[in-house]
């Protein structure tokens, strides 16, 4: 019986212990990641490449072809 209520104390203090390092340590990753996703290369691209493009026709003829509409048609190649 001793040993039976030796090794359930054992047992709830290892897991005690377990828990609050886990717990601290969960929380100093929390403190230290950025809150933010960085941007990386491939996305940073996309944007830029996003943001010239003039009308849908040009981005989807890959810069041949503009809308009718498209008011930079005159001024690309």
Known sequence: MTYALAALLALAVG????YRTHA???RIEHAIR???RPIDLEDGIIRVALAAACCETWWTSVGAEHD???TRKDHTL
């Open 15 to 18: 897991w005690c212990i377990g």
């Open 24 to 26: 601290a340590a969960a």
């Open 34 to 36: 950025p809150t933010r």
């Open 68 to 70: 009718h509409h498209c």
